[in-house]
């Protein structure tokens, strides 16, 4: 099984995650492979710097994740590149990994999963909601501006349109109890449609 898992910023897709992963299932964070092997690989961060120049470059020789998330949310063209250049990159790691062992049940967490039309890839899309309050409390809890985490919400499709896409919604402008639960109810039901 091959669930695609997204939502809006701030939603609570990684405390989804982390419940799918106690019920057993690999669980793969795609922003966690942007992080780990995507930014830090030469030939990125190469295009970078051809890009917008040597101050996307931080004295450690790694990526100003800052200063890219500066330019590439407030630029649409800049973040339509940008994606051009992470995205196909991720898609590639991950999709090796799910070959590698088909038989296992996969979450796929991945924030722009219909952004970037990867919504046919996957067996079911699940996708974590929340109110606009609770996502912009939990994005500036992150150390951002209220205005930055509106730019990123804003860059998103709006969580309404995720939402009416996705096979199965999660709720989460509650507890993380209550998510988990909501976690734990869908993948029973999930494993019953595969069964």
Do not use: Y
Not at 38 to 63: F, H, K, M, S
Not at 97 to 119: D, H, S
Not at 160 to 169: C, G, I, W
């Amino acid at each position: 099984m091959l669930i695609g898992l997204t939502g809006g910023i701030g939603c609570g897709k990684s405390t989804a995650a982390a419940a799918f992963a106690q019920l057993g299932f690999r669980v793969r964070d795609t922003d966690r492979i942007v992080r780990e092997q995507v930014l830090t690989a030469r030939e990125v961060l190469d295009e970078a710097q051809a890009r917008w120049g040597a101050g996307v470059i931080a004295g450690d020789g790694a990526l100003d994740r800052a200063k890219v998330g500066e330019i590439v949310f407030a630029d649409a063209r800049e973040r339509s590149w940008w994606e051009g250049v992470v995205h196909p990159r991720v898609g590639k790691i991950w999709r090796g990994e799910v070959a590698a062992e088909p038989q296992a049940e996969w979450v796929v967490e991945i924030p722009l999963l219909f952004e970037a039309g990867l919504e046919k890839g996957f067996d079911f899309i699940v996708c974590v909601g929340a109110n606009h309050t609770t996502q912009l409390a939990r994005v500036t809890a992150r150390g951002i501006t209220q205005a930055q985490a509106e730019l990123r919400i804003a860059s998103q499709l709006p969580l309404e349109k995720k939402l009416s896409f996705a096979h199965v919604v999660l709720w989460n402008s509650g507890s993380e109890a209550f998510l988990q639960a909501q976690v734990a109810e869908c993948a029973r039901r999930l494993r019953g449609v595969r069964g």
